[in-house]
């Protein structure tokens, strides 16, 4: 038997065990219909959005660097929670409101200029609003950025990583 023919016996095989449909119209059945993952990250401005400025991580904890990225936005945009968590601060910071969410997986993300609308100890699921994008982002080229960071303890990590689907690699056996 061939090489060709011994794949598709084991195609097959794998079909009758798993019971994976066998046409593209069982496929397409309404009942057999399985809704498609939710992500557990979204983007925290609405719409389309652009980064006005890059995460740039630093070489050593003081450093210097961009421990985030700024979203191009409009003021009063609604800024969003960008994953399921608790609110630990909404306030000032620098003269700069910011609002801080942590998430069940051991990271922060935070979020300034932002006109809280939620305060610390308030839980927020992927998607709620947090508040308003102020005016107030200096070195922004756009009517307003959002500064969006995201940490693991005191490690800064990119936020857009959140949104990139994880690289899935097959290794050699």
């Not at 660097?65 to 960008?82: Q, S, T, Y």
């Amino acid at each position: 038997m061939s090489i060709s023919g011994v794949l598709l016996r084991v195609l097959a095989v794998t079909v009758l065990v798993l019971g994976l449909p066998s046409s593209t119209a069982d496929a397409a059945a309404p009942d057999s219909a399985v809704p498609p993952p939710t992500a557990p990250w979204a983007a925290p401005l609405p719409g389309a959005w652009e980064v006005a400025r890059p995460f740039e991580a630093p070489a050593h904890a003081y450093g210097p660097g961009h421990r985030g990225v700024d979203l191009a936005g409009f003021p009063g945009a609604p800024v969003l929670a960008a994953g399921d968590g608790v609110v630990v601060f909404a306030g000032m910071v620098a003269g700069r409101p910011v609002v801080s969410v942590d998430h069940p997986n051991g990271l922060r993300t935070t979020y300034e200029p932002v006109e809280p609308g939620v305060g610390a100890g308030v839980p927020v699921r992927r998607g709620d609003p947090l508040g308003t994008l102020a005016a107030e982002h200096p070195g922004c080229a756009a009517a307003a950025c959002l500064h969006w960071g995201l940490r693991r303890g005191e490690t800064y990590l990119d936020p857009l990583s959140l949104l990139r689907p994880p690289r899935v690699r097959l290794l050699p056996v």
